[in-house]
């Protein structure tokens, strides 16, 4: 029996990350060195630390989000914008010094082209979080 389907591609093929090198040791390296960073940032820190009860369990959730973003492997489930939009004391201007942390992290950690590529979809989803957020409290009509 033929078929006029296109053959299926496997995730490597069409994953963001697999071209860039990305591995799942990269991102698991890249977010607790981050997450590190941000429990022990002034201003983040406290938000962080209060709202996270089991850092391990947080970390791993974490791990499986961006290795769906960049890998494709749908690990991830979980619903990120309900949970921040829950988070007291999340307001816009930490947005920016979280993406710097991320930035500075993921270009000393990971060669340039896979560093461009994560910091490109965390503004992204950093943009995403933060309109979602405006929207829920009525910021932005």
Known sequence: MTTDAAPRRDRTQIAP??????????IRELVHAFYARVRAEPVLGP??????????????????????VLLMTGRFKGR???????????EPEHFGRWLEL??????????????????????MIGRSLQMGIAVSRGEIP
């Open 47 to 68: 938000i962080f630390n209060a709202a996270i009860d089991d850092w391990d369990e947080h970390l791993a959730k974490l791990c499986d989000f961006w290795s769906s």
């Open 102 to 123: 991320f930035t500075r992290t993921a270009q000393e950690l990971w060669p340039p082209a896979a560093a461009d590529l994560v910091v490109g979809r965390a503004h």
């Open 17 to 26: 990350g697999y071209s860039v090198g990305v591995t799942e040791e990269m």
């Open 80 to 90: 990120p914008m309900a949970v921040h939009v829950q988070t007291p004391g999340v």
